[in-house]
């Protein structure tokens, strides 16, 4: 367990492993960031010259290590580079590429430029952010992450919230990496909703589970059929958080796919191999949901889980299979492996019982939106233009990246059935992402702004660590969402 505290003295007179420090470009080269002036004058003023020397040049994401020699407590100095425009993302990402670096440290300080209290957090956060590493499963000697984080050259009483706020955001954000990481094997729908509950106790929400009985009597055919094929039963989790003073309610739906074969539709192997993360939208609401319980804005929040995982049997549902959404409708199966809109169905009309203002779903759905935008980049459709456009800028404030997409009346042709109300597939090859957003669409209580976000590619990295992102699980729109519930409580949604 990491902590983080605050520390008034300057980093270049504290007992640490190493001080992270800012470099920006400069015409003479490189110059130190505001936060290192102390560290400077103990090295004579020859920092931003060492710093040159080494091939520092201040472009964002860039780490350059220098040994102090003595000069300071501290053996090294990690430098990272802050490029032209520093504004809270650049913050967050220089502080998580200087923890990264520093895995096997015990203490750091870290001594970023933080001029008000959204930057302190800003810092704060990247620093705890870069600093997560899933360490169930190893045991090997791999160096563990730093112990103990010290903010320098942050004003005290601000310093103090922001690095509160960071922890509950950044501990959130690592249960949804932990859960998503976890293999499959260890993480039933079961045992989800059991983290789910734990999580509830753990912070004062509210729980309701649905088992496989009670969703077979509750007529939940969408989580009902996807799950029949598996060993592990599925579930839906309901979680509540409740302001004394709340006008508004927030209703968040998560797809939680503990693993996504395909199914019958079976995927290709090399499909296949990271859909443990096929319940990141899930894992998504449940974090999201513990900082709202732990921030407490005045606004009413709902969340669902709809977990179940997607295998192949004797039981599993078949293509042309119907199945019957809570609330009476039919859809004709025609391709398992479109299953993520099948259990979100069941929870979107669930969550009308709710009577939310606004609803917000989230979900690993297609493999087109990873075609449209890429890994990095959230795709997000709405009902409303407005909404649209105030979750796409939530998330830009979150620093998490996204694009506002359409959803054109026309798909729903492509969805039509011969046989059942819906189909879950399109004969239309092309604008997947969307699509599968106007199925979804269709199942939005009405008169409710609904917005929808896929992160099939955001909320998993395949490649490298970058920033504060590592490998693997990345906890995408947990922030988003955190940041929702704060704009829906200020009456700014
Ligand atoms: N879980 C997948 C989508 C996905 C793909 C998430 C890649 C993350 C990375 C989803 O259940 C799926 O299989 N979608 C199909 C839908 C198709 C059958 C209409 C897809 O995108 O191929
Ligand atoms: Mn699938
Ligand atoms: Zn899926």
């Known amino acids: 367990m990491t902590t983080i505290s605050l520390d008034s003295a300057a980093p270049n007179t504290l007992d640490v492993d190493a001080i992270v420090i800012g470099v920006a470009p400069a015409d003479s080269g490189v110059t130190p960031a505001a936060g290192a002036e102390g560290l400077d004058q103990a090295l004579d003023g020859r920092l931003a010259a060492a710093l040159k020397s080494l091939g520092a040049t201040g472009k964002a994401g860039e780490v350059t290590k220098l040994p102090t020699l003595g000069a300071v407590p501290a053996p090294v100095v990690v430098a990272v580079g802050l490029g032209e425009d520093v504004d809270a993302e650049a913050l967050r990402r220089a502080a998580g590429a200087g923890l990264r670096a520093l895995a096997g440290s015990a203490r750091v300080a870290v001594a970023l430029p933080a ?231 069941d929870a979107l009309v669930r969550s009308g019982e709710d009577a939310p203002d606004v609803l917000v779903d989230v979900a690993t759905l297609t493999g087109a939106q990873l075609v449209a935008l890429g890994t990095r980049t959230a795709g997000v459709m709405a009902n409303d233009d407005a909404l649209r456009e105030r979750v796409v800028a939530a998330a830009d404030e979150a620093g998490e990246p996204s694009w506002g997409m359409p959803l054109p009346a026309e798909l729903r042709k492509g969805l039509d059935s011969s046989v059942a109300d819906i189909a879950n597939i399109s004969g239309d090859r092309w604008g997947g992402m969307l699509t599968a957003g106007v199925f979804l669409q269709e199942f939005v209580p009405d008169g409710v702004r609904w917005a929808h976000l896929d992160i099939a590619g955001p909320s998993f990295n395949k490649g490298e660590p970058y920033g504060y992102t590592p490998k693997g699980g990345t906890g995408a729109a947990t922030r988003t969402l955190v940041r929702l519930a704060e704009e829906l409580a200020a009456g700014n949604l």
């Open 115 to 345: 001029a008000s209290v959204a930057e302190a957090e800003a810092v704060a956060l990247g620093a705890l952010l870069g600093n997560y590493a899933f360490t169930a499963y190893r045991t090997d000697d791999r160096p563990d992450p730093v112990g103990e984080i010290i903010l320098t050259g942050v004003r005290t009483a601000d310093g103090a919230v922001a690095a509160a706020r960071a922890e509950t955001v950044a501990q959130a954000v690592a249960l949804v990496r932990d859960l998503v990481n976890t293999p499959p094997s260890d993480l039933s729908p079961e045992d989800f909703a059991d983290t789910a509950a734990r999580v509830a106790a753990d912070t004062g929400l509210d729980v309701e589970i649905l088992d496989e009985k009670a969703l077979v009597e509750g007529g939940y055919g969408g989580i009902v059929g996807v799950g029949q094929g598996s060993a592990n039963p599925p579930r839906l989790v309901r979680l509540a958080y409740t302001h004394p003073e709340a006008t508004r309610t927030l209703a968040l739906v998560g797809k939680g796919i503990t693993f996504d074969s395909g199914g019958l539709s079976l995927k290709p192997a090399d499909a296949m191999d990271w859909m443990k993360s096929d319940m990141g939208g899930a894992g998504a609401v449940l974090g999201a949901m513990s900082a709202i319980a732990k921030l407490g804005p005045k606004v009413n929040v709902v969340g669902y889980l709809a977990l179940a995982e997607n295998m192949p049997s004797g039981t599993a549902q078949r293509p042309s299979d119907v199945i019957r959404i809570y609330g009476g409708r039919t859809v004709e199966v025609l391709n398992t492996d479109a299953e993520g809109r099948l259990v979100m169905a």
